[in-house]
Structure formats: structure tokens, C-alpha cells
């Protein structure tokens, strides 16, 4: 919901929103929703971006979209270059950030952390369900976009608040983020054993990173079986199957936490 409602509230008709093309459902919403000029460039490919980018006429409001983390392949975004790009060309740099806090980042700020170019995105997404254990989300940028936001946004406006207890629950859960940054590296070394030990099998995790590990298996019916097989033996995977990824990419979904024994 947050991602629809800052994309929707922010381009419109005579506006282009620039997005990854494995970027999160909720973006690809957001862009449909908003009326604005739709554009697609391959995933995580920067000369792609760019020839998309320099055909948008000059002075047109310009929203480029990425995830820090994508969701199902657990590969960074190139953040140098799609900053470099923003600024080249004068685009408004929003990023969701809601697999990367808690996760990048030596004390878990994020992907801006991650690469020391603290300062260069103009609009964070980011969620409160996934390192975060509440619900709901946030925007955080400029006072004058949050304002205009606070005024602008139905969804905002029209929407119930967070109960006070998952408020609650969100706060205490950063302020661990912050003030405990031994899990994140606690984090990183289960996640590269994890990964290390499972290439070393054999098994084909794709480009990932982070701490969302794909297992290729191609069709959707040997992910189905193959989470059956690693359930039974107390290992918690979960099947990603079409549509959710192209025909034959089906894969098992493993998450790392710093609360895994090495």
C-alpha cells in the first residue's frame, strides 16, 4: 500500500515513472495507478536504464523506481550507477528499502550504508513486516515531500492509523537495528555460509547476496516436492512459483537471520 500510494500521489498524467523490471508488485501498482508514462528497463541493467531515460523529453517530471533488494532474487540494486543516473538526468530516486534495513549496511541503515553514499536517495520506502515485525509501512524524505505527502495522499488520508502497540513494537524494533550491530554482522557471516555451503553442493542460488536465498529448480512442481522434502527434515523453505516468476524459474525461497547457529 505504501509504494501505491506514494507513486500515485507524486507522478501523474504528462509524468514518466522509470521502474526495474523485477521491481515489487506494489511498485508496478503505483506506476498503473498514477496515469503517468509507464517505462520498464531490464533488471539491474543500467545501459538499458539510461537509453530510457535520455528519450524522455526535457523538463517532464521524471520518478525513478528500484528495489534495494529484490525480493525474490536477493540481488542489490546498482546503486552507484542508478544514482549517477538520477542526478544526470533529474530524476526523482526512490527506493524501496523494505529487504534492506536491518539487512546492508554495518549498522543496518540500508543500501545508502551499504555503499557510503548516505544522502543521495530522495524517497525511502520502506516496511514494517519483514525485520521489522509489525505491519504496516513508511515514507521518509525531505520535510516538504512528507508534507506535501500528508496532504496529497488519499490512501494516507482516508486510512486507519497504526495501532499503538505495533507503533510501539516498530520503534523498540529499530532502536535494537541500531543500538545491537553485531547482528548484522552476525547476519552476514550465516548468510555467506549459507550460500558458500550451498553452491559448494551445487545448488544454483542465482546472484544473490543477502539474506534471500533462491534455489533454482526450474519447474513448479519440483519446487512444490522439494519444499515438501526440506520441511520434513525441519528446514523452513517456501515454494516461488509462476506467476510470481517466469515459467521455469520456479525456485525455493530461504531466509538467513542472525539468529541461525553456524
Given at each position: 500500500?505504501?509504494n501505491?500510494t506514494?507513486?500515485?500521489?507524486?507522478?501523474?498524467?504528462?509524468?514518466?515513472?522509470?521502474?526495474?523490471?523485477?521491481?515489487?508488485?506494489?511498485?508496478?501498482?503505483?506506476?498503473?495507478?498514477?496515469?503517468?508514462?509507464f517505462?520498464?528497463?531490464?533488471?539491474?541493467?543500467?545501459?538499458?536504464?539510461?537509453?530510457?531515460?535520455?528519450?524522455?523529453?526535457?523538463?517532464?517530471t521524471?520518478?525513478?523506481?528500484?528495489?534495494?533488494?529484490?525480493?525474490?532474487?536477493?540481488?542489490?540494486?546498482?546503486?552507484?550507477?542508478?544514482?549517477e543516473?538520477?542526478?544526470?538526468?533529474?530524476?526523482?530516486l526512490?527506493?524501496?528499502?523494505?529487504?534492506?534495513?536491518?539487512?546492508l549496511?554495518?549498522?543496518?541503515?540500508g543500501?545508502?550504508?551499504?555503499?557510503?553514499?548516505?544522502?543521495?536517495?530522495?524517497?525511502?520506502?520502506?516496511?514494517?513486516?519483514?525485520?521489522?515485525?509489525?505491519?504496516g509501512?513508511?515514507?521518509?524524505?525531505?520535510?516538504?515531500?512528507?508534507?506535501?505527502?500528508?496532504?496529497?495522499?488519499?490512501?494516507?488520508?482516508?486510512?486507519?492509523?497504526?495501532?499503538?502497540?505495533?507503533?510501539?513494537?516498530?520503534?523498540?524494533?529499530?532502536?535494537?537495528?541500531?543500538d545491537?550491530?553485531w547482528r548484522?554482522?552476525?547476519?552476514?557471516?550465516?548468510?555467506?555460509?549459507?550460500?558458500?555451503?550451498?553452491?559448494?553442493?551445487?545448488?544454483?542460488?542465482m546472484?544473490t547476496?543477502?539474506?534471500?536465498?533462491?534455489?533454482?529448480?526450474?519447474?513448479?512442481?519440483?519446487?512444490?516436492?522439494?519444499?515438501?522434502?526440506?520441511?520434513?527434515?525441519?528446514?523452513?523453505?517456501?515454494?516461488?512459483?509462476?506467476?510470481?516468476?517466469?515459467?521455469?524459474?520456479?525456485r525455493?525461497?530461504?531466509?538467513?537471520?542472525?539468529?541461525?547457529?553456524?
Open positions: 500500500m505504501t501505491l506514494v507513486v500515485s500521489s507524486l507522478v501523474g498524467r504528462g509524468g514518466y515513472v522509470i521502474s526495474d523490471k523485477l521491481n515489487h508488485a506494489s511498485i508496478v501498482d503505483g506506476c498503473l495507478m498514477s496515469g503517468a508514462k517505462l520498464r528497463f531490464r533488471h539491474n541493467d543500467m545501459e538499458d536504464l539510461e537509453s530510457r531515460l535520455e528519450n524522455i523529453p526535457d523538463g517532464a521524471k520518478l525513478l523506481i528500484a528495489d534495494a533488494v529484490f525480493s525474490m532474487d536477493g540481488d542489490v540494486i546498482d546503486f552507484p550507477k542508478i544514482v543516473l538520477s542526478q544526470k538526468y533529474k530524476a526523482w526512490m527506493i524501496d528499502e523494505a529487504h534492506s534495513v536491518g539487512v549496511g554495518k549498522t543496518g541503515r543500501i545508502e550504508e551499504h555503499f557510503g553514499m548516505e544522502g543521495t536517495i530522495d524517497i525511502k520506502m520502506g516496511t514494517l513486516s519483514k525485520t521489522i515485525p509489525s505491519v509501512g513508511y515514507v521518509a524524505g525531505k520535510q516538504d515531500l512528507i508534507l506535501f505527502l500528508s496532504h496529497a495522499s488519499r490512501a494516507y488520508i482516508f486510512s486507519a492509523a497504526l495501532p499503538p502497540a505495533q507503533a510501539a513494537a516498530a520503534n523498540e524494533s529499530f532502536k535494537v537495528i541500531l545491537e550491530p548484522m554482522e552476525k547476519l552476514k557471516a550465516n548468510t555467506d555460509q549459507f550460500i558458500n555451503g550451498l553452491q559448494e553442493r551445487g545448488f544454483d542460488t546472484e547476496s543477502t539474506a534471500i536465498v533462491p534455489v533454482l529448480c526450474g519447474d513448479d512442481e519440483r519446487a512444490f516436492a522439494l519444499t515438501r522434502a526440506a520441511q520434513s527434515q525441519d528446514l523452513f523453505v517456501l515454494p516461488v512459483v509462476s506467476p510470481a516468476v517466469p515459467p521455469g524459474l520456479a525455493l525461497r530461504a531466509t538467513v537471520t542472525a539468529a541461525h547457529e553456524t
